[in-house]
């Protein structure tokens, strides 16, 4: 499967984007879809996920602030980030899961094997 992020930008606090997760060669709506983010410095980490049953799990830095969704029609994954902060900054990257992922796996990196190019995400103060 090959992925496709895009819907990043700079934009200041408090304010909102959608990024998208485009997929050719694997139907998303049969595989757990993963966001994660990297800033600068630091270790890749998890943003959120949604399940073949649509079922979601975020971190808890983006609770209430992020929401996860997909669109079987276009085969598309999407994050809708509002609320934005500075420590939101990063390059967001969409992902597949190996198989089915229990809750427990779906924070960790090695439970995905298909990895988006990764869009930039700037908040600024």
């Known amino acids: 499967v090959q992925l496709q992020a895009s819907g990043g930008g700079l934009v200041q606090a408090g304010g909102s984007l959608r990024l998208s997760c485009t997929a050719s060669?694997?139907?998303?709506?049969?595989?757990?879809v993963g966001w994660f983010r990297q800033a600068p410095g630091k270790d890749r980490e998890f943003v959120a996920a949604i399940r073949r049953g649509s079922s979601t799990t975020y971190s808890e830095s983006v609770k209430g602030r992020f929401t996860i969704s997909r669109d079987y029609a276009k085969n598309a994954a999407y994050l809708q980030m509002s609320v934005l902060k500075p420590e939101d900054t990063a390059v967001y990257y969409c992902?597949?899961?190996?198989?089915?992922?229990?809750?427990?796996?779906?924070?960790?990196?090695?439970?995905?094997?298909?990895w988006g190019q990764g869009t930039q995400v700037t908040v600024s103060s």
């Open positions: 060669g694997r139907a998303l709506s049969s595989a757990t």
């Open positions: 992902a597949v899961g190996k198989g089915s992922l229990i809750t427990s796996t779906l924070f960790l990196k090695d439970s995905y094997d298909s």
